[in-house]
């Protein structure tokens, strides 16, 4: 005990001091109590400094005694988060044991459940800091300990002066060691009823999925606006139960604090709600644990922040006096809501709604702007397996020339907009998109070969880009459809150009420990060279940046989420005689295969299934180089067809960016630039390392199988193959 004692000589403050500080205990100091004793406002010196804190004088009759006090120094001593009480100091004279903290200027979460200013973002923000503070004790990084607070509730959630939450009130905190057998403790009860995990209180064995339910339930009390229990004629009345069954029968607005209900987008309160009663499962094994709540509640925080950017257009009472349904009666929130969703104007011919970031879309319908159609008679369909939110339907041109005129009345100004042809595919044909437009003025038609899938299910054909100067633009578009003779158009949207914007993460490399794979040893024994390190950390790391393994055919290592990731060289993937073999020193292998005068080439692999992380979608890129000065302005797709599939699919992809006409209004100028689908799946993208690579296959590991194989056929019947030259086939999570 007295090495124990030395070791945190420097937080020791004389009783004097705290007496004088806290004008010797006087009542009018007292901020706040509990079983544990009372907590006491003041300003005194300590070894960060000077300034106010908070003093907690312990009662020797409460729970939190002798051995209690020194854990909880202990554990804030060693284990020092943003998001976790500082201690500033102790005193353990005359029968005193008093704890000094960094003072919470805007005293614990519970004080401000029911403040009707107390705002949704507010709210997320505070959950998402404790749930940091919470994940950081379950995986105390570096002490080879997990820490179990064991009391979690909104009391023990503190705010200091810009509403940063902190975790406090560790005195019943449990620590468990990293090579602790067992996956919790027999314990004496702890916690505080209503909060307490029902499997703790029947079993006495505390877990890390114990503190889970107890923040689920803060979760829900941030949600409702108040305490999960009250307190009446003697009788507590415990509201969790109640809360869990609202949810399940999809009544979710009828616990939700009224005060909140204006300002939550619906994304950001779908994805808190379901994450918050997931830590209310009964079964340990299936409540998330703390990482993943960090990287739900960010998720909502994200979405809510979004759609507070989001404003009302300046024009939005001309659109509402043409909608097609009542819109005078909504609040401002509501229509912002419904705007991002879309609404239907101009007598439901065309579909308006805004982005995250505030610029204008327009669809409009295609029987708006049909001009002439080389049938006689126009033939629309209004199927519900082709569902349009126009009432007329979608058009089925059969094979056959259609022209279009096309007026816009609310875009942005200044902003860079895609022009889409919007359509399905009739009976879902598996087909390749050969779609031939012209714009009036122009000589030559322009091919559009890809679509991109939306999330009401209809296709999207990028035709033109243009950067718009005023509300309203004004084209002529011829359609040739023999090559598409199953099309069925809804109309042409015009869509912002889409910006990648990078999602919140969480601090992941904090949980590195979590994401050393449990076979390390194993694959390490496969590496080409010898791996050395001094420890665990550092092995870490080398596995994320990567080795050779298997006699230098494959590299292995961990993506940021600790997932599995191989390359296999061309050697071990392509069929050798087919190529030639060179060198390159910006290679990880050997040998690439260079440049092969073929219409077509195959891929067949396969490998140890130990080498992917177990039931997981991985993605397979082909990663390559093309020659430079070769340019087509629509490059044709090259198929692949996956050999071990019943189906034999066929499905598309480019090695080639293809590239949209960028026109002016006046369509006196045009230039192409690459189209703007970031997200589409078989589109080549440029990596970091200067090379080339494309999503060519996907697919679900299994544990039941002990090899992966895969075999692919690529052929290409235009010049989409010419120059190859492959490094290596990559498998890594979608």
Known sequence: MESFVKEFEHLKIPLEEIKSATDDFDKTKVIGGGGFGLVYRGELSHFKGYGMVAIKRLDRKSLQGYPEFWDEIAVLALHTHEKLITLLGFCIESGEMILVYKYAFNKSLERHLSSPGFTWRQRLKICLD???????????????????????????????????????????????????????????????????????????????????????????????????????????????????????????????FDALKQQMDQYSLKTYSDIAFKCLHRSREERPTMPHVVEELETALAYQELYERAKLPKDYTKMLLTAAGPLNDMSESELKMLLLKGILIDSGKTWFSRNINGDHCEMISIAACLTSTANEFQHYITSPEYSSRFAVGCY??????FKTHVRTQFLSPQITYTVNLVFKIKKNKKQGIVIEHKLEGEKA?????????????????????????QSTVDLEIMFYTKYCPNLLVEGIEFQPEKNVHMQPISNKEIYWKQKLPKDYEDIIKWSKDSVRWENTKDLYYIFCRGFLINYGEEWFSLDKDGKKCLMLSARAALQEDKWNWISL??????????????????????????????????????????????????????????????????????????????????????????????????????????????????????????????????????????????????????
């Open 396 to 401: 089925e041109p059969s094979g056959a020339k």
């Open 585 to 734: 020193a910006e290679t990880r292998f050997e040998e690439v295969a260079d440049y092969c005068n073929l219409r077509n080439f195959g891929i067949f692999c396969k490998f140890r299934s130990k080498l992917l992380s177990p039931q997981t979608t991985y993605g397979t890129y082909l990663v390559y180089k093309l020659p430079e000065g070769y340019k087509i302005a629509k490059p044709p797709p090259v198929q692949v067809v996956d050999k071990d599939s019943h189906s034999k699919e066929v499905h598309n992809i480019f090695l080639r960016t293809p590239q949209s006409p960028f026109i002016s209004c006046n369509v006196k100028n045009k230039a192409f630039c690459p189209s703007n689908i970031p997200q589409m799946k078989g589109l080549p993208k440029q990596r970091s390392d200067g090379w080339m690579e494309v999503q060519v296959h996907e697919f679900q590991t299994r544990d039941t199988i002990k090899m992966i194989s895969t075999r692919l056929k690529f052929s290409s019947y235009d010049m989409g193959l010419e120059g190859i030259t492959v490094q290596c086939l990559e498998f890594r999570p979608v």
């Open 130 to 256: 404790a749930a940091m503070g919470l994940s950081y004790l379950h995986d105390a990084r570096g002490t080879k300990e997990t820490i179990i607070h064991t009391d979690i509730k909104s009391s023990n959630i503190l705010l200091d002066a810009d509403l940063n939450a902190i975790v406090s009130d560790l005195g019943l905190s449990k620590t468990i060691p990293a090579n602790w057998r067992q996956t919790g403790l027999v314990t004496n009860p702890a916690g505080t009823h209503g909060y307490c995990d029902p499997m703790f209180e029947e079993t006495c064995i505390l877990t890390k999925e114990s503190d889970v339910y107890s923040f689920g339930v803060v979760l829900l009390e941030v949600l409702c606006g108040k305490l999960c229990y009250e307190c009446s004629n003697g009788k507590i009345k415990i509201f969790v139960p109640v809360w869990k069954e609202s949810y399940g029968q999809n009544k979710l607005q009828e616990i939700i």
């Open 445 to 469: 038609t322009s091919y559009s070969f890809l679509s991109g899938e939306r999330e009401d299910g209809w296709l999207t054909a990028e035709l033109y880009r243009f950067t718009s100067e």
